[in-house]
């Protein structure tokens, strides 16, 4: 196979848990590369002259890692720009390693630990391993090795399907010609795939072109953007062929808006051939991304997120829609973007009290994702770009599972459904989203009877002078607009219950009278 036109600026190293496929993939990858990849097990193999598990039968563990460090640290000293070499999955406990991995593009293949041991564990593999005969070691193995691999990544591909160490491949080779401190998420979605890249600097121009998912020779930028957003940030993109420039706000997702931007962008020569960059926070890109999915019956869509909600939550997933006077977001469409560029420092322009809305988002993400999320939110730790990934990779995971809201999916709902309702009773104008949405989280959690994690939740959103009483809006009111939301299939709008931060439900009935309580609770402000 002949090499891409574009080699990649740094070696690239694959490195990741036991069964994730790092030796698979870096050898797709050299292929399509022009080369061969570098294996440190079987090169090590070869240097012992016999298996990996007789050398731990042999020596020990202690022994083989001293071997394992020498050979590793020997590839990644040799290793050349383009070249591709994958590492044993216990190499980077080794400072050495990680001391030596710097210079070069390091890709965490993700896979979680009962995938993991389904493909590895209890001796069921092709060779034996070492560390997988017992299974609640090798998950606790899995779990002390985690934050490890996240903290060396420079990017993270899941190890899912076929050959997706080539389908990232692109994204890859841009993001080793970027300046160190960059962050490549791989998304992945029944309807496509797509990068996602982090990074302060992002949209100086340089570094914007040069992770740019779209080719700008065949495919023409037609910003979409809003008043306060454009002015900042829409001369970063470089040249835009159209800008487009709605006025800020949530009571201004509308159609009436959407059909402004068919019509201008009509005007601007748009093609099928082109693309649209959504540049803005959670409006921009829930009206433009649903403009994307209808101008000529689709075209691709770049999300250039400038608000905390934005990178954290609404950018990715490819929900697109647009609100109704009578409820929000009730028309709209699935268009999964074609990449998401994510620059931290547009939030230094952000108000203190859209950053504030923005932090509710990282509050639900993480009571979702439990573990060590939870326990960073949990904390009052101030939401950074290790928080921004985290978000991200939760809601791409709980995506990637299910696309369409048809089960898992429906967790990213927690505290949206009484959060709408109280959005649409105020004519979008009273409460933020992130402001509705976390009393709508309280609501929730009161539901779910869950009292002290209501406390916790509540001294949070306070910490951060976001509302946790009504402003006297009408009790009845709110449950009636509660009852017309979008996710209503029956007789029944189905809730999303907590019983613990980590262990969320869907689907859950919610007696009428039981819903008028919570919301005359926080009517009440306790």
């Known amino acids: 196979m002949s090499s891409p036109a574009v080699t990649p600026g740094r070696?690239?190293?694959?490195?990741g848990f036991m069964g994730a496929g790092k030796s698979t993939?870096?050898?797709?990858?050299?292929?399509?590369?022009g080369g061969e990849a570098l294996d440190s097990d079987r090169l090590l193999e070869q240097a012992l002259g016999h298996s990996i598990a007789e050398e731990f039968e042999r020596g020990?563990?202690?022994?083989?890692?001293?071997?394992?460090?020498?050979?590793?640290?020997?590839l990644l000293a040799e290793a050349t720009p383009g070249s591709v070499i994958a590492l044993g999955g216990g190499s980077v406990l080794s400072a050495r390693v990680r001391e030596a991995l710097k210079p070069h593009l390091t890709v965490l293949l993700d896979i979680d630990a009962q995938t993991a041991w389904r493909r590895v564990g209890g001796g069921a593999s092709r060779e034996k391993r070492p560390l997988a005969a017992d299974r609640d070691a090798f998950v606790a193995l899995h779990a002390s090795r985690v934050g490890l691999y996240e903290e060396i990544a420079?990017?993270?591909?899941?190890?899912?399907?076929?050959?997706?160490?080539?389908?990232?491949?692109?994204a890859l080779s841009a993001l080793a010609r970027t300046p160190g401190g960059t962050k490549l998420l791989w998304a992945s979605a029944a309807s496509g795939e797509y990068p996602v890249l982090v990074g302060r600097g992002l949209l100086q121009m340089k570094v914007c072109?040069?992770?740019?998912p779209l080719d700008r020779a065949s495919s023409r930028p037609f910003c979409v953007s809003d008043t306060s957003v454009a002015p900042l940030y829409a001369e970063r993109l470089g040249d835009v062929r159209e800008l487009v420039e709605i006025s800020p706000g949530e009571r201004h997702k509308t159609l009436a808006s959407a059909e402004a931007v068919w019509s201008a962008l009509v005007a601007g020569g748009m093609t099928r051939a082109?693309?649209?960059?959504?540049?803005?926070?959670?409006v921009v890109g829930d009206l433009a991304g649903f403009c994307a999915a209808t101008y000529q019956r689709g075209v691709p869509v770049v999300h250039v997120p400038t608000t905390l909600v934005a990178q954290v939550d609404s950018a990715y997933g490819g929900k697109t829609g647009v609100d109704l006077p009578q409820a929000k977001n009730y028309v709209g469409a699935y268009h999964?973007?074609?990449?998401?560029?994510?620059?931290?420092?547009?939030?230094?322009?952000?108000?203190?009290?859209?950053?504030?809305?923005?932090?509710?988002?990282?509050?639900?993400t993480a009571l979702i994702a439990g573990g060590e999320l939870w326990r960073r939110v949990a904390s009052g730790t101030e939401v950074d770009e290790r928080t921004i990934l985290a978000c991200a990779r939760t809601k791409l995971a709980v995506v990637a599972e299910d696309e369409r809201d048809s089960g898992r999916r429906q967790v990213l709902n927690?505290?949206?459904?009484?959060?709408?309702?109280?959005?649409?009773v105020t004519n979008y104008e009273r409460y933020r989203h992130g402001e509705a949405v976390g009393l709508g989280l309280l609501a929730a959690l009161r539901l779910s009877g869950t009292p002290e994690l209501r406390v916790t939740v509540r001294e949070l959103l306070a910490a951060r002078g976001l509302p946790v009483a009504l402003d006297g809006e009408d009790t009845e009111e709110i449950v009636a607009a509660t009852l017309r939301d979008k996710k209503r299939t029956g007789a029944d709008v189905p809730f999303v219950l907590i019983q613990a931060p980590g262990e969320v439900s869907t689907g859950c009935h919610v007696p009428s009278q039981e819903l008028y309580t919570a919301v005359s609770e926080l009517q009440a402000g306790v």
């Open 60 to 74: 020990g563990e202690q022994a083989f890692r001293a071997a394992e460090e020498n050979l590793a640290c020997r």
């Open 25 to 33: 993939v870096a050898a797709e990858v050299a292929s399509a590369l």
């Open 414 to 424: 927690l505290g949206h459904t009484v959060g709408h309702a109280l959005e649409t």
């Open 336 to 364: 999964q973007p074609v990449g998401v560029i994510v620059d931290p420092d547009t939030l230094q322009t952000l108000p203190e009290q859209e950053l504030a809305a923005g932090y509710v988002e990282v509050l639900k």
């Open 11 to 15: 070696a690239l190293v694959f490195v």
């Open 154 to 170: 420079d990017a993270i591909v899941p190890a899912i399907g076929s050959r997706v160490g080539t389908r990232a491949l692109s």
């Open 209 to 212: 072109e040069a992770v740019w």
């Open 274 to 282: 082109d693309h649209i960059v959504a540049l803005g926070g959670g």
